[in-house]
């Protein structure tokens, strides 16, 4: 018998569908640090790590639909979609989070450390999946 290696059998649907779970994974920590983290300091600190768990959440989402679209040109699908409009969003994305966090931080003025839990939430939904698949 050949053992099969799961990165060699990891299709592009594997690829959304663990970038899925991820954005869920990210979901739940965040809500748990939320509460944790409003207890200990304050829910000014809570608020910015759930921004940076948004902020995180967008990142993942907006890799997702840029792996699609490119996914879609190197397969020649029959009406992929336009990239254009994917890298237009993509930046925009960009200024909107910039924004987002600049606001956050000036408005809030709770512990930046709280941002940076949150804005690591993708890491960690990622290496999640990454475990996931290595186990499997």
Known sequence: MTESN???EFTDADLKAALHRT????AVLAAVLFAVVSLVAGWRS???LIVGAIVSA???????RLISAVNARLDNAQSP????????MFFLRLLIVAVLVYVSLKCLHGSIYALVAGLALAVVGLS?????LLRA
């Open 6 to 8: 799961a990165f060699l």
């Open 128 to 132: 999640i999946e990454a475990l996931r």
């Open 81 to 88: 979609p336009g990239a254009g409009p994917v890298v237009a």
């Open 58 to 64: 967008s990142g993942v989402y907006e890799w997702q």
């Open 23 to 26: 954005l869920g994974t990210i």
């Open 46 to 48: 809570g608020v910015l």
